[in-house]
T-cell receptor, first 113, second 111 residues
Framework: DAGITQSPRHKVTETGTPVTLRCHQT?????MYWYRQDPGHGLRLIHY???????DKGEVSDGYSVSRSKTEDFLLTLESATSSQTSVYFC????????????FGPGTRLLVL | GDSVTQMEGPVTLSEEAFLTINCTYT??????LFWYVQYPGEGLQLLLK?????DKGSNKGFEATYRKETTSFHLEKGSVQVSDSAVYFC??????????FGIGTKLQVIP
């Protein structure tokens, strides 16, 4: 299994507060992804990265930004948290030429009050 | 665009029962198909995959066959155990950023 950690694992915050979630991998995988998981929606892609400083938007990117300054870290920032961003956030990685399998972190449960 | 359809459940079965979770898809090109499993409080992990038509993926007693003619990738297991209780996701991949998830099917196995 890929070594993928997410921090924090749980967070409660207030509306309007900026929040940063961190994903750290030890597998040197090229691609990294941020998803959110909500009932009735499965997983939806927020942003992804195809290399250091190379990122792009997914289907639900509004209100989120990302940064990847080194291979092992991928940060997700909620610029001004809203209640609609209450969700479980998963980071995933994928090696280049790795047959499209993604490896997931344990998730961060975020509650915006 | 690409899409994956699976029932949300929950599917409740007795231990040792036969399991089928249906998955159908629409896609352009020649996608790869996956089943991922999510145990309570954990992230998703790969259960099995198939990369071309008529391929059969298998793992831990689970099987699924990539059927291009019916655009399906149904998950089956002959005899479920309580430890199989989890959420199962059918996933389609058309490339490194072209991944589409089904909504997930919750399976509950009772002793």
């Amino acid at each position: 299994d890929a070594g993928i950690t997410q921090s924090p694992r749980h967070k409660v915050t207030e509306t309007g507060t900026p929040v940063t979630l961190r994903c750290h991998q030890t597998e040197n995988h090229r691609y990294m992804y941020w998803y959110r998981q909500d009932p009735g929606h499965g997983l939806r892609l927020i942003h992804y990265s195809y290399g250091v400083k190379d990122t792009d938007k997914g289907e639900v990117s509004d209100g989120y930004s990302v940064s990847r300054s080194k291979t092992e870290d991928f940060l997700l920032t909620l610029e001004s948290a809203t209640s609609s961003q209450t969700s479980v956030y998963f980071c995933a990685t994928q090696p280049a030429g790795g047959g499209e399998t993604q490896y997931f972190g344990p998730g961060t449960r975020l509650l915006v009050l | 665009g690409d899409s994956v359809t699976q029932m949300e459940g929950p599917v409740t079965l007795s231990e040792e029962a036969f399991l089928t979770i249906n998955c159908t898809y629409t896609a352009t090109g020649y996608p790869s198909l996956f089943w991922y499993v999510q145990y309570p409080g954990e992230g998703l992990q790969l259960l099995l995959k198939a990369t071309k038509a008529d391929d059969k993926g298998s793992n831990k007693g689970f099987e699924a066959t990539y059927r291009k003619e019916t655009t399906s990738f149904h998950l089956e297991k002959g005899s479920v155990q309580v430890s199989d209780s989890a959420v199962y996701f059918c996933v389609l991949s058309g490339g490194y950023q072209k991944v589409t998830f089904g909504i997930g099917t919750k399976l509950q196995v009772i002793p």
